[in-house]
């Protein structure tokens, strides 16, 4: 979109058209707007911590539209206060579904309800999916869903 490179790290390498970076770290060196968009789960908890922050720099924005698990929440804060990073995007955070006053009390920071699986798309597909399971589970078959 509106001509910008794409740049991705995933534990799996895809045949994507996008520029694949080795490490979290890289892609945090590399970009200028950090989008993330992981599972919740252990290994994923403060992923986003005050190394990765400092290594987006002082023109780099997060985005968040996981969980709140994965941003280490009081290093974001410091960084949007410090200037260690120019802003965030946040539709998650740690306690949901409560923003913390100090992430609301910040000029840097757009806050929005987490509403992306809200849509009549979105609640259709997620029942296909449940409908493909089941009919798989008993024919016996493997499921097409995990």
Not at 20 to 46: H, M, Q, T
Not at 47 to 69: E, K, T
Not at 105 to 123: F, I, K, Q, R, Y
Not at 126 to 139: G, H, P, T
Request: glycine fraction near 8%; proline fraction near 5%.
């Amino acid at each position: 979109a509106f001509e910008t490179e794409v740049g991705y790290f995933s534990r799996t390498k895809y045949d994507l058209p996008y520029q694949y970076l080795p490490s979290l770290e890289a892609l945090a060196d590399w970009c200028s707007v950090l989008v993330i968009a992981v599972r919740a789960g252990a290994d994923n908890v403060n992923v986003i911590d005050a190394d990765i922050l400092r290594r987006l720099g002082g023109d780099g924005h997060v985005v968040n539209i996981s969980r709140g698990s994965v941003i280490d929440e009081k290093a974001l804060v410091a960084a949007l206060t410090d200037g260690t990073i120019a802003g965030a995007g946040l539709d998650v955070f740690a306690q949901e579904p409560h923003a913390p006053d100090a992430l609301t009390a910040l000029p840097n920071v757009v806050l929005s309800p987490h509403l992306g699986g809200h849509t009549l798309e979105s609640h259709v597909a997620m029942q296909d999916c449940v409908l493909a399971n089941l009919d798989a589970f008993f024919a016996g078959t493997p499921l097409p869903y995990k």
